[in-house]
């Protein structure tokens, strides 16, 4: 399982009337990490040809981020079957609290056709 991590520092455009960041900044956060690993690794040929939607995302909030907080992205990809991959994403602050951890299903579409695609061995070897 290959690990692919970035890293951000919480900015006041992040944080909501509570002075944490919004929920949606995490959604944010994991679509902009999963996307900049794909980006990564895939080859240009791949990335023309096919490109990822979320299908179904789940996540479970620990501790908030806060103003200047740098926060860690750390995903990988537990399952890929047929046309759907299984990503986790993990939020750390000061590189070892876990703030929040995400569990994301991705389905793999063909650019031309719009249509889900199979994943390839050589897309599933990306990320082994």
């Known amino acids: ?11 006041q455009n992040d944080l909501d009337e509570l ?5 949606i900044m995490y959604v ?10 794909w980006l990564k690794n895939a080859s240009s040929k791949i ?3 096919y490109h990822w939607i979320m299908l179904s995302h789940y996540i479970e909030y620990k501790s908030p981020a806060l103003l200047n907080d740098v ?8 399952n890929s079957e047929g046309v759907t991959t299984t990503r986790m994403v993990e939020i ?8 929040a951890k995400s569990e994301t299903t991705w389905c793999l579409i063909n650019s031309q056709t719009k249509r889900p695609a199979r994943i390839t061995p050589e897309i599933m070897d990306l990320f082994s």
């Open 92 to 99: 750390y602050k000061d590189s070892d609290k876990l703030l």
């Open 1 to 11: 399982m290959q690990t692919f991590e970035t890293t951000l520092v919480v900015t």
């Open 47 to 49: 990335i023309d040809d």
């Open 71 to 78: 926060i860690t992205l750390k995903t990988y990809v537990i």
């Open 28 to 37: 944010e956060w994991v679509q902009d990490v999963a996307k900049a690993h």
């Open 19 to 23: 002075n944490h960041v919004n929920n």
